[in-house]
């Protein structure tokens, strides 16, 4: 069983400047959710997919982050415009019956 | 609101000795508790998931215990190895939020 997908593994951008970030869940994973984690922290959660609804996005700052799937199954997560403390971790992960899988991660560096 | 608490943040233990890292959590209606580990800017790896239900779980080295009244959980670690260390993160599945909820992880350290 092919595990979560993420891609790019890492970016380095410039303040101000926009990047996307790419996940394809496990196959048959109905809900997707984004998590952001910042050096020393627990991951903290950006957006909740079901299918290709929107179930929970209330720590999405929804003024430069934003998030689709369509068609239900891979997604997009895009930053525009970056800031200094948008440099994180993030997560993407998949869950069936209540666990969850995590992808690899992109790690964000904004300079 | 759950609250997912673990203590210590960091830690460094010589190779060879067993450690428990520990996990409490405010509400008792959970459906699970998942530990992770993290290596530095690496995504989460799933140890060990103990369902609501039950007490522990092992795999290896590695053994989980949950007691869901007191809102604790352990995982122990036998025989450290250098290659152990890493962060370990604990991860509820609250039942009233129907969302996860992650403490902040412990730092390990074993030293050669």
């Known amino acids: 069983e092919a595990g979560v997908a993420q891609s790019p593994r890492y970016k380095i951008i410039e303040k101000r400047q926009s990047v996307a970030f790419w996940c394809n869940p496990i196959?048959?994973?109905?809900?997707l959710y984004w998590y952001q984690q910042i050096l020393g922290q627990g991951p903290k959660l950006l957006i909740q997919f079901q299918n290709n609804g929107v179930v929970d996005d209330s720590q999405l700052p929804k003024d430069r982050f934003s998030a689709e799937r369509l068609k239900g199954v891979d997604s997009t997560l895009k930053i525009q415009p970056a800031k200094l403390e948008d440099s994180a971790v993030y997560l993407c992960a998949s869950s069936y019956i209540y666990e969850q899988y995590f992808g690899p991660g992109t790690r964000l560096t904004v300079t | 609101k759950q609250e997912v608490t673990q203590i210590p943040a960091a830690l460094s233990v010589p190779e060879g000795e067993n450690l428990v890292l520990n996990c409490s959590f405010t509400?008792?209606?959970?459906?699970?508790l998942q530990w992770f580990r993290q290596d530095p800017g690496k995504g989460l790896t799933s140890l060990l998931l103990?369902?609501?239900?039950?007490r522990e779980q092992t795999s290896g080295r590695l053994n989980a215990s949950l007691d869901k009244s007191s809102g604790r959980s352990t995982l122990y670690i036998a025989a450290s190895q250098p290659g152990d260390s890493a962060t370990y993160l604990c991860a509820v599945w609250a039942a009233r939020d129907d969302k996860i909820i992650f403490g902040k992880g412990t730092r390990l350290h074993i030293l050669p």
């Open positions: 196959s048959g994973h109905a809900t």
């Open positions: 103990i369902q609501s239900s039950q």
């Open positions: 509400d008792s209606a959970i459906y699970n």
